[in-house]
């Protein structure tokens, strides 16, 4: 990749951006305002931007590898917490994609070194829903429905932060989980039912 290209693209964005609105790096300047928090995996093929057709100010994003929600994650967590406490946001999305390299990897046993403790999180998934899984014959079937998986562990894992659950009750923010095909580029909602998942745990997390 030539970089010198991409500071050339830069001016002609800013050209373009110019001569549409001779405001629109001041307004730009003023604040977010955001109504989404996009949690996405950090695959270059998976820009949350774009294919949700917003753009700069429309939605706060958070990427990492194979979207994980992990408590122990700081940097995850303080995401959450500014994007929900402070930006307060109405809608957080987990969005896994198809063909997710982390996912597929997990689904290994090879030795990935410092990637060995957060696939971790996801060989949980796995083994949370393995009878489900091992039911699949076809490997790709199997891939898929584990990435589908992944993002409804994911989902449940940002409903059990404080912030999360402090937002929905007072003001009803909601948590969805996507996938994006990279095949076809669609965007689909899994439609997640969160009040049958979430039954067994709802003594011991204030979710209501």
């Known amino acids: ?19 549409s609105n001779p405001n629109y790096f001041d307004a730009l300047g003023e604040g977010q305002n955001p109504e989404l928090l996009f949690i996405g995996c950090s695959d270059s093929r998976v820009t949350a931007e774009e294919l949700m057709g917003l753009g700069p100010g429309d939605v ?22 500014y994007a929900v406490v402070h ?12 063909a997710c390299g982390g996912v597929k990897a997990a689904m290994q046993s090879a030795d990935l070194g410092i990637l060995n403790p957060w696939l971790r999180n996801i060989r949980d998934v796995y083994r949370i829903h393995k009878k489900e899984l091992n039911a699949i014959v076809s490997e790709e079937e199997k891939y898929d429905r584990l990435v589908e998986l992944n993002v409804q562990e994911q989902c449940v894992n940002l409903i059990k932060t404080a912030a999360v659950q402090k937002a929905h009750r007072e003001r009803g923010l909601k948590v969805h ?4 095909d990279v095949h076809t580029g669609k965007l689909i909602d899994l439609k997640i039912d969160f009040d049958i998942i979430l039954e067994t745990i709802r003594e011991i997390y204030h979710l209501d």
């Open 1 to 19: 990749m030539n970089l010198d290209k991409v500071f050339q693209n830069n001016e002609k964005w800013i050209k373009e951006k110019l001569t």
């Open 87 to 98: 930006l307060k946001v109405n809608h957080v999305v987990v969005c896994g994609h198809y």
């Open 177 to 180: 989980g996507w996938v994006f």
């Open 60 to 81: 706060f994003v958070h990427r990492n590898i194979a979207n994980m929600v992990i408590g122990t994650d700081l940097n995850a967590m303080s995401v959450v917490e």
